[in-house]
């Protein structure tokens, strides 16, 4: 165990449950897939922003329509800089051998606090029943969740600065694996091609 970090063989449904609710006094909580591992770590907010697939007049939007209206330049997006993520071998726990670092593979608990906690539940439960643990995913877990919730870009980044500010009051180091904060600039590409490069773990 590293870090306080408790890796599960089996995701169930009651974790699955636990991982989209948040607790005061419980740490915050973060899913990875494949489904036979979840990751328990960090503090989350005890509130939900309960964010919609929907626009302010109810409309529904098409999945297509709010990734066009919502995806970050390409051409602007980052590069990984080799190095600067410190890989821990010892973290993942697959049934194959991970191209990516964790990141790619987890969902914090400072996202999950971004949507309505029961249509997350049953969206991990979803994807606990859809998964092949055999076989490694094309599509990163954070931007499948960012798709399915329509989550705005802003709103994400806000998200991700309460997470960096907790590892920096609990004196974590943000360049080790188990602590890399997402990087929105990437992710809103919605460009597999740019976010797998981006997230390749590199020996």
């Known amino acids: 165990m590293k870090k306080g970090l408790l890796i599960l063989g089996c995701l169930s449904l009651l974790a699955a449950s ?14 990875t897939f ?3 591992n979840t990751i328990f770590s960090q503090q989350s907010s005890s509130k939900s922003n309960g964010i919609s697939n929907q626009d302010n ?19 602007d997006a980052p590069q990984y800089i080799s190095g600067s993520i410190k890989l821990d071998s010892g973290m993942l726990d697959f049934h194959f051998e991970p191209s990516y670092r964790q990141m790619y593979y987890t969902i914090g ?11 997350c539940v049953a969206w991990v439960d979803e994807l606990e029943k859809s998964k092949n ?23 994400f980044l806000e998200a ?6 907790f590892y920096i009051e609990g004196e974590r180091d943000l360049t080790s694996e188990d602590n890399e904060i997402p990087n929105a600039d990437v992710l809103y590409t919605f460009d597999n091609e740019i976010i797998n490069e981006y997230y390749r773990r590199q020996k």
């Not at 919730?149 to 802003?154: A, G, S, V």
Request: net charge negative; charged share 30%.
């Open 160 to 165: 991700a600065e309460k997470e960096r500010k």
């Open 133 to 155: 643990v055999e076989i490694e995913d094309t599509e990163m877990l954070l931007v499948a969740f960012i798709k399915h919730f329509r989550i705005p870009k802003e709103k």
């Open 18 to 31: 636990a991982a989209c609710i948040s607790s005061e006094t419980a740490s915050k909580q973060s899913t």
């Open 34 to 36: 494949p489904p036979q």
């Open 57 to 75: 007049n109810g409309n529904t939007q098409s999945l297509e329509d709010w990734i066009a209206q919502n995806r970050s330049d390409s051409a």
């Open 109 to 119: 608990g400072f996202y999950f606090d971004l949507v309505d906690r029961d249509a």
